[in-house]
T-cell receptor, first 111, second 112 residues
Framework: DAKTTQPPSMDCAEGRAANLPCNHS???????VYWYRQIHSQGPQYIIH???NNETNEMASLIITEDRKSSTLILPHATLRDTAVYYC????????????FGQGTELSVKP | NAGVTQTPKFQVLKTGQSMTLQCAQD?????MSWYRQDPGMGLRLIHY???????DQGEVPNGYNVSRSTTEDFPLRLLSAAPSQTSVYFC???????????FGPGTRLTVT
């Protein structure tokens, strides 16, 4: 699985968009970008995933660069409940239950 | 559906003791996994299973055993507990054609 690099921490004002970057310069053609988050030591929660097109769901948007070497997770209107550690993971789609986590980005949403 | 359940929630062991962490899911998922999370770190994969009777090692398998006799259950056995195994343990499951893993609430284990 390709390695990912994320900033260790970020702050965001409540109500503003939170943009979380991820570098994955060694990503292979068949690897997807997944995002999970972990709120205060709970089990991680799936957010979104994508291959090469931008994706949007009820939680977030995922923007993947054309060369696929980096991506950005966007929380459009961050709330205090979005304070969490966000993990960017690169892997082959549904690869047998394996997720390789990095250090993630600790997002603090402030009032 | 209860989703992914884990028992116990908390456990204290002495060095050398053995125990089994239980994990069950009621979503008929083929894939199940065990992770550990040490303070300030991301999760690390211990063992995983792609179906009943099939298991494989993850990143940090030493000191742990697993088996998968049913689709629903995936217990994790600590053979001889060591202080280095003090951690929070998460179980997860996913469908073969699913996009996401569902995680349990975790078991907090302390080995003294």
């Amino acid at each position: 699985d390709a390695k990912t690099t994320q900033p260790p921490s970020m702050d965001c004002a409540e109500g503003r968009a939170a943009n979380l970057p991820c570098n994955h310069s060694t990503i292979s053609g068949n690897e997807y970008v997944y995002w999970y988050r972990q709120i205060h030591s709970q089990g991680p929660q799936y957010i979104i995933h994508g291959l090469k097109n931008n994706e949007t769901n009820e939680m977030a948007s995922l923007i993947i660069t054309e060369d696929r070497k980096s991506s950005t997770l966007i929380l459009p209107h961050a709330t205090l409940r979005d304070t969490a550690v966000y993990y960017c993971i690169v892997r082959i789609y549904n690869q047998g239950g394996k997720l390789i986590f990095g250090q993630g980005t600790e997002l603090s949403v402030k009032p | 559906n209860a989703g992914v359940t884990q028992t116990p929630k908390f456990q204290v062991l002495k060095t050398g003791q053995s125990m089994t962490l239980q994990c069950a899911q009621d979503m008929n998922h083929e894939y199940m996994s065990w992770y550990r999370q040490d303070p300030g770190m991301g999760l690390r994969l211990i063992h995983y299973s792609v179906g009943a009777g099939i298991t494989d090692q993850g990143e940090v398998p030493n000191g742990y055993n697993v088996s998968r006799s049913t689709t629903e259950d995936f217990p994790l056995r600590l053979l001889s507990a060591a202080p280095s195994q003090t951690s929070v343990y998460f179980c997860a499951s996913s469908a073969r054609t699913g996009r996401e893993q569902y995680f349990g609430p975790g078991t907090r284990l302390t080995v003294t």
